[in-house]
């Protein structure tokens, strides 16, 4: 009698299985990290970020020697995530504002634009674990 009634468990799981196949877990528990490099009235800018759970921190060098760092918020879509942020800088730079959007280029690389009105526009290359 056990037998039968492990037997049909069995079989209706496996059946379930195949009509409701399992999905993948879309949490994200490993940062995704990445660099920046820009630019603003001729000067080079610089910044490193990492993203987790659809915010992201992102520290940024601006000219003139300011340094600052940016909370940003992403929308995440399946291949493309726009961002919008804001942050705080040194050198009574005060408070910028940016936004951008990063593109899944293969399954572990990411590339990204974005413009920060301190740091100027900036192209970003990061990697996903």
């Given amino acids: 009698m056990k037998i039968a009634i492990i037997a049909k ?5 496996i059946g379930l299985l195949v009509l409701f196949p399992p999905s993948q877990v879309s949490a994200q528990l490993i940062p995704q990290p990445w660099v920046s490099v820009g630019g603003k009235d001729g000067d080079i800018t610089y910044a490193v970020g ?32 726009p961002y919008v942020g804001v942050g705080l800088y040194s050198e009574d730079k005060g408070v910028a504002i ?5 593109v899944r280029a293969t399954d572990k690389v990411f590339v990204g634009a974005g413009y920060n009105s301190i740091r100027g526009f900036n192209g970003q290359l990061g990697i996903r674990f």
């Fill in 50 to 81: 990492a993203r987790a759970f659809n915010f992201g921190v992102e520290l940024g060098a601006g000219p003139d020697g300011a340094t600052g760092v940016d909370v940003l918020k992403f929308i995440s879509l399946p291949v493309i995530s």
């Fill in 9 to 13: 468990t069995f079989i209706t799981s």
């Fill in 98 to 102: 940016s936004g951008g959007v990063q």
